[in-house]
């Protein structure tokens, strides 16, 4: 398994554009989230999908923002309308739900530029 | 809702010395606790848990304790190394199925 993948890696756009991201979880992970991070903070919780099922939302996460699980395994994360302070490191993390639910592998990030 | 109080940083050391971060957190239950590290231009990766009062987690030789009556989770290394040069992130109690993410702190250790 070669663990979480996030794709693209850095995504450059212009403001009012739209932008996904995409996310595949370790295979066997029934558990995907989606978090922000921001230079020198923490990651900021977005949302959360148990296999298809969007289980969560933050109320950081605006109408701008989607995301889906389709087949319970690989999801997207869209940003409509791009602002400027959308720009921030996309991170995703699976777990498997149960006792090993507390344990989140994260993938490298995507890092959103809007310009 | 659940929250953390993680020692800010950046911390800065010389090899070989000791190092403690302090964090404390509020829980409304019994929570599993966690530290994770950012290594430079890495993701995030789990170093440690417990997963009960007084239970001790420990990795790569860093050790932290659930103290439940002082509701902390400090992370201690008795001698850095430059390699452990990253951000380090306090995880709270897991409201069940999301981390609340300490603000990091930032380790700088100096050959």
């Known amino acids: 398994d070669t663990g979480v993948s996030q794709d693209p890696r850095h995504k450059i756009t212009k403001r009012g554009q739209n932008v996904t991201f995409r996310c595949d979880p370790i295979?066997?992970?029934?558990?995907l989230y989606w978090y922000r991070q921001t230079l020198g903070q923490g990651p900021e919780f977005l949302t959360y999908f148990q296999n298809e099922a969007q289980l969560e939302k933050s109320r950081l996460l605006s109408d701008r923002f989607s995301a889906e699980r389709p087949k319970g395994s690989f999801s997207t994360l869209e940003i409509q309308r791009t602002e400027q302070g959308d720009s921030a490191m996309y991170l995703c993390a699976s777990s498997l739900a149960g006792d090993g639910a507390n344990v989140l592998t994260f993938g490298a990030g995507s890092r959103l530029t809007v310009l | 809702g659940d929250s953390v109080t993680q020692m800010e940083g950046p911390v800065t050391l010389s090899e070989e010395a000791f190092l403690t971060i302090n964090c404390t957190y509020t829980a409304t239950g019994y929570p599993s606790l966690f530290w994770y590290v950012q290594y430079p231009g890495e993701g995030l990766q789990l170093l440690l848990k417990a997963t009960k009062a007084d239970d001790k987690g420990s990795n790569k030789g860093f050790e932290a304790t659930y103290r439940k009556e002082t509701t902390s989770f400090h992370l201690e290394k008795g001698s850095v190394q430059v390699s452990d040069s990253a951000v380090y992130f306090c995880?709270?109690?897991?409201?069940?199925?999301?981390?609340?993410f300490g603000s990091g702190t930032k380790l700088n250790v100096k050959p």
């Open positions: 295979s066997e992970h029934n558990r």
């Open positions: 995880a709270p109690p897991n409201n069940f199925n999301k981390f609340y």
